[in-house]
């Protein structure tokens, strides 16, 4: 749970005193017109204690009680200063108000991204065998998103010199390497994957920062997160800090977005490329939906990497990573069938027909080799085909009413059913052509 902002508690008290006091007192029943005199009198004694707390005027607890007619009381229970007690409404103390400060140390800006939920990853020992995870055997058919990020990010860590020598000759100043990198691409086509490797090559520490540990339900919570995000990596030192699913943290201002993303998206424009932007931060965000993300946001990235939908070729060399049993000749003709499945479809394709293999052997209903046969790997891509082809049928509901295309006339952000009325008006709105009952149209449209 979430702390309670200062001086809440006091105010919800207050109001439940004065009802308290408006029903109680004899001789002054609630009218529907306003409040009465006692519950005014409650609100007006309930107010001057908050002040006077807010002033310095009770430093050894919350605001006095109050009795049903406004008037002084003990607080219940025997809650008070004296008592060590604090009541259940009680502001939160100087201390619980106060921000940490600031760490000093990597060791302490470690601690503190762990405390904020998010997860630190430290590359591998100088010397040591990196593990086939963190080497780029792990993401097959993505040759030219691999270039992409060894020239931006790798070769000019590995060998600032070369980098140095050319830029002196080109330009007065900026940095060799690039310090923010968008992927972006349909999912399932390792962006994620690649981020974890690239800070492995790199040799930097890779922090991993989910959305939910920089969204708070308090007001202006979320951006100080974020900010404390940007802080605790430059205190970390040179790093990588990963950011998925970027168009949920900061959407474009050109559509209609809350305020909390128009703060975070403040937060975000600075630290990249303004006053507070940190050069020891590689910043590496990822999204599904790069028409989604604001205009300015997108220039601030160095580098953009489109992580495409495998080719056949492509797709060939996962199944050599997942299939590597299978004579070349059966992986090209798998990659053939499974045209339109991303890297990931073809990871869970591959998963499928193991585990259905084995099932088969342990029911005893087949006595063949111990690994599945090709034909388990086809009956798996057929499977993946039909459910992918029932998903999209399933996105493009058609419109029986009209005439525009899929989902609510053209609507594709609107929802796939109508409410039923007798009349019905096309109505434009800020989301495309829809249909809206006559009967709950505004005047005036």
């Not at 040591?128 to 070769?155: F, I, K």
């Not at 030192?237 to 168009?247: A, S, T, Y």
Request: with cysteine.
């Amino acid at each position: 749970m979430g702390q309670q902002p200062a001086g809440s508690g006091v105010f919800a008290d207050a109001h439940a005193r004065a009802a308290a006091a408006a029903h109680s007192a004899p001789g002054t029943p609630l009218h529907r017109s306003g409040p009465s005199a006692a519950y005014a009198e409650a609100l007006r004694a309930a107010a001057a204690d908050a002040a006077a707390w807010h002033q310095g005027l009770h430093p050894g607890g919350p605001p006095p009680h109050h009795n049903a007619h406004g008037q002084h009381a003990p607080p219940p229970n025997g809650a008070g200063p004296e008592s060590g007690a604090s009541a259940p409404n009680a502001p939160p103390s100087a201390h619980e108000e106060a921000a940490p400060l600031k760490p000093s140390t990597p060791e302490q800006a470690k601690e503190r991204l762990q405390q904020m939920g998010c997860r630190v990853i430290t590359p591998p020992p100088a010397g040591s065998e990196a593990s086939e995870q963190s080497s780029w055997a792990a993401l097959a058919g993505a040759a030219e998103a691999r270039m992409q990020v060894e020239e931006a990010l790798l070769l000019p860590l590995q060998h600032p010199e070369a980098f140095a020598s050319v830029r002196a000759g080109t330009r007065v100043f900026s940095t060799d390497r690039a310090t923010s990198l968008l992927f972006y691409g349909p999912p399932g086509t390792g962006k994620t994957t690649a981020a974890r490797i690239a800070a492995a090559q790199a040799g930097l520490p890779l922090v991993y920062a989910p959305l939910e540990a920089l969204l708070s339900k308090w007001y202006g919570k979320a951006e100080q997160q974020l900010a404390a995000l940007f802080d605790h990596c430059a205190t970390l030192g040179r790093c990588v800090l990963f950011l998925d699913e970027l168009d949920a943290l900061a959407g474009s201002r050109s559509r209609e977005i809350d305020e909390a993303s128009r703060r975070m998206l403040s937060v975000l424009l600075r630290r990249l490329d303004g006053m507070e932007a940190q050069p020891d931060t590689t910043l590496i965000a990822a999204t599904n939906r790069r028409a989604d993300l604001d205009a300015a946001l997108l220039s601030r990235f160095d580098t953009r990497v489109h992580f495409a939908a495998p080719e056949a070729t492509d797709r060939t060399e996962i199944f050599g990573l997942y299939a590597k049993h299978l004579p070349a000749e059966q992986r090209h003709r798998l990659s053939a069938a499974a045209a339109g499945l991303s890297g990931r479809d073809l990871l869970d394709v591959c998963r499928q027909a193991e585990r259905r293999w084995v099932c088969m052997q342990l029911r005893s209903e087949v006595a063949g080799p111990e690994l599945p046969p090709m034909a388990q790997y086809e009956a798996a891509v057929r499977r993946r085909l039909e459910s992918s082809r029932e998903h999209d049928d399933d996105e493009r509901v058609p419109d029986k009413t009209q005439g525009h295309g899929p989902r609510n006339g053209g609507n594709v952000n609107g929802p796939s059913k109508h409410v039923r009325s007798m009349g019905r008006a096309h109505v434009p709105t800020s989301l495309g052509p829809s249909t809206v009952p006559m009967s709950v149209r505004p005047p005036g449209w």
